[in-house]
């Protein structure tokens, strides 16, 4: 299955007013903030929760990929990087 990459622009021309989850495809760091280049479109939702409840479950099968939230009503997207300080547990 070929896998279709947009910009940010062709999202908000396509998926106007809307909630978008997206995987980057090509992305890149620079002063903590991640650009997102290339995108990948999952799904467009007309609410966040139902844009959360996916999200988690692919992020639960594949931790490791850059999947986003975003509203198609930003004209740019930046994603501020945090460094992760602490120990994680599994909770029993």
């Known amino acids: 299955m070929e896998m279709l990459t947009v910009k940010w622009e062709q999202v908000r021309e396509?998926?106007?007013?809307?909630?978008?989850?997206?995987?980057a495809?090509?992305?890149?760091s620079r002063n903590s903030i991640r650009y997102?280049?290339?995108?990948?479109v999952i799904s467009n939702f007309p609410e966040s929760t139902f844009?959360?409840?996916?999200?988690?479950?692919?992020?639960?099968?594949?931790?490791s990929r850059e999947y986003y939230i975003f509203h198609t009503d930003h004209e740019t997207i930046e994603v501020k990087e945090q460094k992760f300080i602490g120990v994680r547990r599994r909770l029993q």
């Open 14 to 23: 396509q998926f106007p007013e809307q909630w978008v989850l997206v995987e």
């Open 25 to 28: 495809i090509s992305a890149y």
């Open 36 to 40: 997102l280049q290339e995108l990948s």
């Open 51 to 63: 844009a959360w409840k996916e999200y988690k479950k692919l992020h639960l099968d594949a931790p």
